[in-house]
C-alpha cells in the first residue's frame, strides 16, 4: 500500500513538474484547454494543467524572412521573364497566425506570385526593370493588408532577380555596350575640346607675355639710351665750362700780367695758325699780322 502512495506522489510531482513551464523572450505559446483556444503565454514563468491544457502552437515573435523560387511572370508587350522575391515578415498576433491560415508561408508564397504577375502584366519591360522600387511598394501593400487576419505583418518585399530571356538579355548588352561606347566618344571628344582650349589659352597667354617682354625691353632700352644722351649732354656742357673758364682764366692772367706787344702778336699768330688748319676756304688776316705773315713766308721759302 505505500508503495503504491509513493508512486502517486511521485506521479502527480511529476505531472506538476511537467505543467511548468517558462516562454523564452521573442516567443509565444497558444494554449489550447480541452482542444478549444484558451490563452497565449508571453514571456516568463506558467502552470499548464496536466491533460486539461495543451501547447498548440510556439510562435517566434522575431521578424522572419522567406526567399521564394522564381516565378514566370508576362509583361505588357509579352515578355515572360523570371523573377524571384524576398518577403520579410512579423507575427503580430499569435491566436490569428495559428488558426487563421492552414500554410501561412504557403499563402504567402501563393498570394506574392499572384501579385506579382497582376503587378508585371500592367507594366511594358522596359519599365519593369527601372520600377523596383515602385513594384516592391505595391506588393508589400497587397500582401500586408492580405495577410492582416492571418496575424501577420509584411515588412518588405525585395524582387531579388530579374531575369529576361537570353535573346533580350542579350540585346540589352549590346545596347548597353554601344550607349558606353556613346558615352565614351562624347568624353574623349569633350577631353580634346579641353585641351585645344587650353593649349588656345596657353599660346595666347605666352604671346601676350612675349608682349610685355617685347615692351618691357623697349621701355628699357629707350630709357638707357636717353640716360646715356643726357650724361652725354652733361659732359659735353661740363666740358665747354672746363673750357671756357679755362680760356677766361688764361685771358685774365694775361691781362693781369700786362703783356707786351710782341707777345700779343704772338698769340694772334699762333690764332691765325689754327685757322689755316680748318675747312675753310677763305682767312682774313689782320693788318697788324700781315707783315710778320709775310716774314714767315718769306723764311718759308727760303728754306
Not at 27 to 42: P, S
Not at 111 to 116: E, G, S, V
Not at 160 to 184: G, S, T, V
Amino acid at each position: 500500500m505505500e508503495w503504491a502512495i509513493i508512486v502517486f506522489v511521485l506521479i502527480v510531482l511529476l505531472l506538476v513538474i511537467s505543467g511548468i513551464k517558462v516562454v523564452p523572450q521573442a516567443k509565444a505559446y497558444v494554449i489550447e484547454r480541452f482542444g478549444a483556444y484558451h490563452e497565449t503565454w508571453g514571456t516568463g514563468l506558467h502552470f499548464k494543467i496536466p491533460v486539461i491544457d495543451k501547447i498548440a502552437k510556439i510562435v517566434s515573435l522575431k521578424e522572419q524572412v522567406v526567399d521564394f523560387a522564381p516565378q514566370p511572370v508576362i509583361t505588357k508587350d509579352n515578355v515572360t521573364m523570371q523573377i524571384d522575391t524576398v518577403v520579410f515578415y512579423q507575427i503580430t498576433d499569435s491566436k490569428l497566425y495559428a488558426y487563421g491560415v492552414e500554410s501561412p508561408i504557403m499563402a504567402i508564397e501563393n498570394l506574392t506570385a499572384t501579385t506579382l504577375r497582376n503587378i508585371i502584366g500592367e507594366m511594358e519591360l522596359d519599365h519593369t526593370l527601372t520600377s523596383r522600387d515602385t513594384i516592391n511598394a505595391k506588393i508589400r501593400s497587397i500582401l500586408d493588408e492580405a495577410t492582416d487576419p492571418w496575424g501577420i505583418k509584411i515588412n518588405r518585399v525585395e524582387l531579388k532577380n530579374i531575369k529576361p530571356p537570353a535573346e533580350i538579355q542579350d540585346a540589352m548588352e549590346k545596347q548597353m555596350k554601344a550607349e558606353r561606347q556613346r558615352r565614351e566618344a562624347i568624353l574623349r571628344a569633350e577631353g580634346e575640346k579641353a585641351s585645344n582650349i587650353l593649349v588656345a589659352q596657353g599660346k595666347k597667354e605666352s604671346q601676350i607675355l612675349e608682349a610685355e617682354a617685347e615692351k618691357q625691353a623697349a621701355i628699357l632700352k629707350a630709357e638707357a639710351e636717353k640716360q646715356a644722351a643726357i650724361l652725354k649732354a652733361e659732359a659735353e656742357k661740363e666740358a665747354i665750362l672746363r673750357i671756357n673758364e679755362a680760356q677766361a682764366e688764361s685771358i685774365r692772367l694775361i691781362n693781369e700780367a700786362d703783356p707786351k706787344e710782341a707777345y700779343l702778336l704772338l698769340k694772334k699768330l699762333e690764332a691765325a695758325e689754327k685757322m689755316a688748319e680748318g675747312q675753310a676756304t677763305k682767312i682774313v688776316i689782320p693788318s697788324e699780322l700781315q707783315g710778320i705773315v709775310g716774314l714767315v713766308n718769306t723764311i718759308t721759302e727760303a728754306k
